[in-house]
Structures are given as structure tokens and as C-alpha cells.
């Protein structure tokens, strides 16, 4: 069965300090790995990872995947408290015929204090 | 990446009823998903919504519960039917959207949906 595991469940910061969530995960059929934030309702999207290795940024986020160790990292730097979110981990895999299906992390909630 | 209209955006419910959630691309897409995101938990896809055949349905959900529909390649319907207080969820749709061989999947802004 497809496992996946974020941690911190949570974490409580102080604006300006520098956060690193993970995400391990065990599934089958492995394609890629994807990054949620979720605020509200609905998911955005962040980062997809396909290679291990190499790092991918978006303005203070940054993300990198280890697919020898089966893990994923999310850094965000200078955080500012638009950064208070679900952040969410999810392994993209193969499924029936072909198809694509992504398995969920349980997140990781980030509070930001001014 | 494509707009996703999903509407209605949130729901009261009587128990024993059903509701119809619609989902809207202003884009032709490949892949629509439909996601549930229980009080406190994490998304689980329902199915995945094929155009111009039977939906795919994730182990746990059932047509006769989720009927789902696929007309064409930009608009999609979930109905929750015979709705319980365990019904009471976050409902989401998601598309595939991207170049590559691996797409990532954009999402509604859901309908949060309450039973009593």
C-alpha cells in the first residue's frame, strides 16, 4: 500500500526564519514528486520533481528530491506570514492503463508569527 | 495554466439527498480528477473522470455513491448521492495540465459541502 509521511505535522515560526518540511514516501510505480500549498480550499501548486537531485526554486522556495532515500525537502527562506499554509506532498504514480494518480501526504501546517 | 470553475462553492444538505458538483476548464484537457478532503484530513481521489466513457474509481468509492460524469474534454459533474453526515467534505476537481509526459494537476477552488 502506498505510504507517505510529512513532517513536522506542524511548525510555528517566527517571521524571517528559515523552515524545512519532508516528506518520505513509499509508492509504487514512482513518477514524480509534487508540492501543494493550501490555504483555503484549493490546492496550488508549487514544484514538480521528476530528478533527484536537482534543485528547483520559485522566489524563496526551493525544493529537492532524493529518490535513493525516497524523500523530498521544502525550504522556504525569509518566510513572511502570506506563507501560513498546509504545505502538501504528493508522489505522482502510475496507476490502471497508464494513468496518473497522485497519493497525499497527511501536510505539514506552517503558522508565521509577525 | 487553465481557469477551473467548480461551482457550487459551498452546500447545506438534507441527509438522504444528493447534490451535483460541476467543474468547468476554459481549456480542453486530457485528465479531470475528483478529489475528497474530509474535516482535518488529507485529499483522496474518489476517481478519475474519463471523457466519453465510465469513470475510474479509486478502491473504497462506488459509481452508485459518486456517479460521475465526462461529456467532454472541458466540463465534468460529481453527484454525492444519498448524502450522510459522513459526507460531509471538501469536494475537489483537479485537471492535468502541463507539457510533459507527467502533468501536474491544477485544482478548483472546491465545494465544501455540509450534511445535517
Known amino acids: 500500500e502506498d505510504k507517505v509521511v510529512q513532517s513536522p505535522l506542524s511548525l510555528v515560526v517566527h517571521e524571517g526564519d528559515t523552515v524545512t518540511l519532508n516528506c518520505s514516501y513509499e509508492?509504487?510505480?514512482?513518477?514524480?514528486l509534487l508540492w501543494y500549498k493550501q490555504e483555503k480550499k484549493a490546492p496550488t501548486f508549487l514544484f514538480m520533481l521528476?530528478?533527484?537531485?536537482i534543485e528547483k526554486k520559485s522566489g524563496r522556495l526551493s525544493s529537492i528530491l532524493d529518490k535513493k532515500e525516497l524523500s523530498s525537502i521544502l525550504n522556504i527562506t525569509a518566510t513572511q506570514t502570506g506563507d501560513s499554509a498546509i504545505y502538501l506532498c504528493?508522489?505522482?504514480?502510475?496507476?490502471?492503463?497508464?494513468?496518473?494518480?497522485?497519493?497525499f501526504g497527511q501536510g505539514t501546517r506552517l503558522t508565521i508569527n509577525p | 495554466s487553465a481557469v477551473i470553475s467548480q461551482k457550487p462553492s459551498r452546500d447545506i444538505c438534507q441527509r438522504g439527498t444528493s447534490l451535483t458538483i460541476q467543474c468547468q476548464v476554459d481549456?480542453?484537457?486530457?485528465?479531470m480528477f475528483w478529489y475528497r478532503q474530509q474535516p482535518g484530513q488529507s485529499l483522496t481521489l474518489i476517481a478519475t473522470?474519463?471523457?466519453?466513457?465510465?469513470?475510474t474509481y479509486e478502491s473504497g468509492f462506488v459509481i452508485d455513491k459518486f456517479p460521475i460524469s465526462r461529456p467532454n474534454l472541458t466540463f465534468s459533474t460529481l453527484t454525492v448521492s444519498n448524502m450522510s453526515p459522513e459526507d460531509s467534505s471538501i469536494y475537489l476537481c483537479?485537471?492535468?495540465w502541463g507539457t510533459g509526459r507527467d502533468q501536474p494537476q491544477h485544482f478548483g477552488d472546491g465545494t465544501r459541502l455540509s450534511i445535517l
Open positions: 473522470a474519463n471523457q466519453g466513457s465510465e469513470a
Open positions: 481549456s480542453q484537457v486530457t485528465m
Open positions: 504528493a508522489p505522482l504514480r502510475s496507476g490502471i492503463q497508464g494513468a496518473q494518480k497522485l497519493v
Open positions: 521528476t530528478s533527484s537531485g
Open positions: 509508492v509504487t510505480n514512482f513518477r514524480s
Open positions: 483537479s485537471v492535468g
